[in-house]
């Protein structure tokens, strides 16, 4: 049987170790700091993931006929994209999403059910990143950004976003949203 570095954990007095799982098999932080805090006689230092898993929504408010889509620009990025952010431990993906969003804008969602894309990417060849985004609608426009990670937003239709968004995955979830759209009430 082989296995997958899935991070690297620094202990004290113990220096650094892989950390191994069954090839296959991905586990992101929370799951990974859960088991290592049952090691007995180690204190972990730091820990250093070499998978990551997000999950965030595609934030629309219906005013008529008409829907917006929310986007947000983060501190340390120059491009629009979704509300999200990872998941803690204990959480399913639709309360992260639900988490996430409430937290870097302040408004509350209700997860479309039929709505759940996954763009998976590897950024700079490192970390391997998966994302699962959601379909939400929310009764609000009114934001409330969170200051610390957040610079902007805007509300635009759905061929602004195609516009003002730059990744490819987030131009793919924009074409599966417009597929379903039209299913809102």
């Known amino acids: 049987m082989f296995g997958v570095v ?25 799951v990974i700091r ?12 730091r820990i250093s993931c070499l998978y ?4 965030g929504a595609i934030v629309i408010h219906k005013k008529g006929d008409r829907c917006k889509i929310l986007l947000v620009r983060n501190h340390n990025g120059r491009n629009y994209s979704f509300p999200k952010g990872h998941v803690e431990m204990g959480e399913t993906e639709e309360e992260t999403a639900i988490r996430e969003v409430k937290e870097e804008t302040g408004l509350d969602i209700t997860i479309i059910p039929s709505f759940r894309e996954v763009a998976d990417y590897c950024p700079f060849g490192k970390i391997r990143k998966r994302v699962v985004f959601f379909m939400a609608q929310t009764m609000s426009d009114k934001v409330r950004i969170q200051e610390e990670e957040i610079d902007s937003y805007i509300w635009v239709d759905l061929e602004e976003a195609h516009h003002r968004c730059t990744y490819d995955n987030d131009l793919r979830v924009i074409r599966k949203a417009r597929e379903n759209i039209g299913k809102l009430q």
Request: hydrophobic fraction near 35%; charge should be negative.
């Open 6 to 30: 899935i991070a690297v954990a620094e202990f004290k007095g113990a220096g650094e170790k892989l950390i191994v799982a069954p090839e296959g098999e991905i586990y992101y932080e929370p």
């Open 34 to 45: 859960e088991r290592l805090s049952k090691l007995h006689n180690t204190q972990l230092i």
């Open 52 to 55: 990551e898993k997000s999950c």
